[in-house]
Every structure is written in C-alpha cells, then in structure tokens.
C-alpha cells in the first residue's frame, strides 16, 4: 500500500518535472539561509538526490531559526518521498514534528503529500514519539553585578540532547553560551548561570539578548525559545550610585529619639508662637516735664 | 634741691581750699510750683498733625478734641485710662524736671503728647501747659519726649481732668 503510494508520489514528480519545473511553496517566510534556498531550488528542479544532499549538510548548520530548521525538514521530508525513501521522509517528518509539533503543510501541498503527512504524524503519536518542550521562566530585570539564572521546564528531553542558553550584549554580534543543567532533584528542571563578569556594572542600564534551544547530539534543533534572528532580552541596571544604608543600621526615621525631638520642637514651636500671637504689642513713651516760672 | 622738695609741699598744703574748677549750682524746686501745682495729667491724642499745639497750650485740652481722640493710656495698676495724672514729684534743678512715661501704648503714627499742670485748688484749674507732636509709637521703648510747660501768670479756669 505505502509502495504503491510512493510509486503514484514520484510518478506525479516525475510527471511536472518533466512538463514544467517542480513548484513548491514554502510554508511561510523565513529568514535567508544560502542551503535552504539552494535545496528549494533543487526541488523546485527536481535535483531531489542532491536537495537531500544540501538539506542535510544545512540542518547541520549552528544557529539556525525554527522557521529554517523546519523548512529544511519539510524540504528534506517531501526530497525523500520524492525519491521514494518513506522512512528516512517520515524520519525528517518526525524531527519536523519534534521541532515544531503543531506544524502543519501548506495548503499548497500536493494531497497526496498532505495524506502522508497525516498518517506520519499519526504514528508519530502512536509510537509516542514525543516532542521536546520547552517552557522558559523570562529573566526580568537584572542587577549589574550579579549572576543571573534562566530557568527552563524542558519534557522529553532526548537522548543525547542539550539545552543552552545563548546570549550577546544587545548589538554585539556573536552570542555567547552556557549549558543547561538538570536539577538533581528533578528530570524537568533545568537551569542556566549567566555569571557576574558578563553583567558588568555601568552607569547607565543596558539591555542582554538571550535565547534558549535544545539541540540533539548532531546539534539539530529539537525545541527553543527565541533565535539568533528573534532574541528575547532582559535589561540590566544602571550602577547604583547611593549605596544605601549599611546592612543592619536602623534607618533613622526608626529611631524614637528622632520624633522626640521633632516632638519637643514643634511643641516649642507652637508655644512661641501662640505667645507671640497673644502677647500684646505695646510701646511705651517715656516724658519728662520741665517747669519753671512761678506762678 | 632734693632738700628742699619737702619744705615746698609742706607749705603749698597751707591757705584756703581749692574751687574745684567749677562753678556751684544752687539745686533747688521753687516752693511755689509745689504749692500750686497738684500734679500733671498726661495725654496722648490720635491725629497729632491735625492739632495747633499752640492754641492746645493755652486752655484744657479736654474742651479742644473729641473724647475719642485720647489713645487709652494704662495706669500704675493696668486699668485702661484717657489720661493718667502724675502727683507733682519734681526733682530739683533748673528747669525743675519730673519723670514719667506712658506704658501699653499701640503702635501708631501721628500723635499728641499733652501734658498739663493742674492746680491744687478746687475745682482745679490749668497752670501750665505743653504739647509736643510725636511722629510714631513703636514697640517697647520710644525715645523721651521733653514736655516743656511754660506756667501761666494767672492759672486758666477750665475742665482740666480728663479722666476724673
């Protein structure tokens, strides 16, 4: 049955290739990527032997987007059925799945391609092939000076696979990285210490990009949140200039000797001017006679 | 010389006492003023500028203003007073002089400072007068007034007491 639904699958391929070059319409528009436009042209021209070849080199490319890794494994999924290789397609579709499991086929795509689709993700759900997820806790703001700690909720993490945390100064233009670590009390908890040296105290507050992916052994992207393209970022304080109180020192509006005094003083404040406003303000006017004659 | 340095002292401490390089005054208060006057009734009139001081000298200044133009003055005891009278207490001199002061006054400005000599007989007439214009009264101490009372040959027989 599957045989002979290749065999319709390539005999339809074979049919446009030969009448007007293969079209394929990507799912939706990704960043630029030198491989996956080389592969959409292989496919479109039917050179699908030497698509799978330039799919699989690209997929092995670092710092890929989500829309690239998928696009890559639609194009590898739909190269290798072409070819009539159904389980190394349904191995693309299933990675594809891993990637992004509520990934669906352009409506553009042949039916007979969507129906195989279906059934593969259909037994991708019966073999329990689950997909990575990943669930990132957003790093608000943070304090210059001090490390800083992602914490991720990563299920079904895959055999082999690991979780990092990129980051960049915002502007710079490498990331940076540093792995996960699984907690030990847990099997979904992991987390990430950005340290103190990479959150440098300045005066004014400046911002860190930073995204997390999930990668397996051949550095494929299983799961992420943001990309090198789509960072997520987290602002770091300005150095704090008042150093505050010294630890432990009552702040002075704690001290009752301070209202005391404030007490007394307003009392004494208020006394004088109540006697002011009641004494009466008078003058006087000191005369001295002079007389003389007789009367 | 030094001999005789003695001898010159001693004999200068001899002869009448020296003058003092001064001439004596005779201090003395006329027995007559003490025998006519009684005392002298001192007053303070509002809108100083509006009175001819010099026709207020000649008869009692009560029959000149309004009632209401007598600043209240404060007696010896606090009461509130148009005048006040001051028993005659001259101090001996030439001019005889007496002493006295108007306390509790409001400030203000453009006052008459009236002082009367009034007689010993009854009904009491005027023998003496003196007015002086006082520009303002400020708080506390305000410079001495020189009430200068020329006394008349013949006492004036008019309502000299303000404030019987």
Redesign the interface.
Known sequence: MASGLLALIAATALAQATDVPLRTVTAQVVPRNEALEKAQGQVDSGDFEEAVKTLEAGIEQSELTDDQLVEMYRLLGLAQLYLGNEERARDAYEKLLQARPDYELPRSAPPKIRTLYARIKDDVKKRRVRPVTLTLTPIGEAKAGLAVTAEAHIEDMALGAKARLFFRRSGAQAFGSIDFVREKSSRTEYRATLPAFELPEEDASWEMDYYVEVTDAAQRRLAGKGDSYNPLTFRVAARTKDTGPVAGATPWYQNPWVWVGVGLGVAAATTGVVLIATQ???????????????? | MTRALPLVLLLSACGPAASGGGVDMQLFV?A??LD??SG?Q?A?VKSGSTLDCVAAQKTCIKGQVDATRFVPVKDSKGAQKKALFFPIN?VAG??????????????GKDFA?I?E?VSKDTPARL??S?CNY?QQ???????????????????VTCDVRIDP
Do not use: R
């Not at chain 1, 008078?282 to 009367?295: A, E, N, R, S, Y």
């Not at chain 2, 009264?137 to 006492?155: L, R, W």
């Open positions: 009466t303000q008078t003058g006087t006017l000191p005369i001295k006679i002079q007389i003389d004659g007789t009367p | 006329q007559g003023l006519v006057i002298f001192v303070l001259l030439t001019p005889n002089t007496q002493d006295v002061s108007l306390d509790g006054l409001s400030p400072v002082v000599a023998t003496g003196s006082v009264i400020s708080v506390g101490q305000n410079a001495a007034v020189s009430a200068h009372i020329e006394t008349f040959p013949t006492p």
